[in-house]
C-alpha cells in the first residue's frame, strides 16, 4: 500500500499563501503521476495539479493557473502545491494521489478516478 501525507493546510486571509506537502517515501523509487485535489462541501473533487516526477509539462485547472505551483523538492520524496493569491472559493479539502510507478500523466491528469492511491487530505480555508 502506498502511504501518502499530507501537510501544510490551515485558515488564511484572502490573498495570502499556503504550501501544501505531500510526503511518501514511493516518489524516491520510481517516478510518478502525482495530483492534487479538493473537495468543497457538496461539490464533487475537482483536479487542481498534476505532474510526472520524472519530467515533463504539469497540468492545472484554469481557475488557479498563474497561482499554484506543484513541485518536487530537493529529497524527492515530497510534492508541494504552492498556492499564492488564494481565493475565498479555494476553500476546500485537499488530497494528494499518484498513479503506480512509472505511469505518466498523458491520460486524465486531472481526473480523480485516474489515480489509485490517496492521502488523507489537509484542510484550506480562505476568508474574504
Known amino acids: 500500500q502506498v502511504q501518502l501525507v499530507e501537510s501544510g493546510g490551515g485558515s488564511v486571509q484572502a490573498g495570502g499563501s499556503l504550501r501544501l506537502s505531500c510526503a511518501s517515501p514511493e516518489y524516491t523509487y520510481a517516478s510518478r503521476c502525482v495530483g492534487w485535489f479538493r473537495q468543497a462541501p457538496g461539490k464533487e473533487r475537482e483536479g487542481v495539479a498534476a505532474?510526472?516526477?520524472?519530467?515533463?509539462?504539469?497540468y492545472y485547472v484554469d481557475s488557479v493557473k498563474g497561482r499554484f505551483t506543484i513541485s518536487q523538492g530537493n529529497a524527492k520524496n515530497t510534492v508541494y502545491l504552492q498556492m499564492n493569491g488564494l481565493k475565498h472559493e479555494d476553500t476546500a479539502m485537499y488530497y494528494c494521489?499518484?498513479?503506480?510507478?512509472?505511469?505518466?500523466?498523458?491520460?486524465?491528469?486531472?481526473?480523480?478516478?485516474?489515480?489509485?492511491?490517496w492521502g488523507q487530505g489537509t484542510q484550506v480555508t480562505v476568508s474574504s
Open positions: 505532474f510526472y516526477t520524472g519530467g515533463g509539462s504539469a
Open positions: 494521489a499518484t498513479r503506480r510507478p512509472w505511469h505518466d500523466c498523458t491520460a486524465a491528469p486531472l481526473t480523480p478516478d485516474s489515480y489509485p492511491y
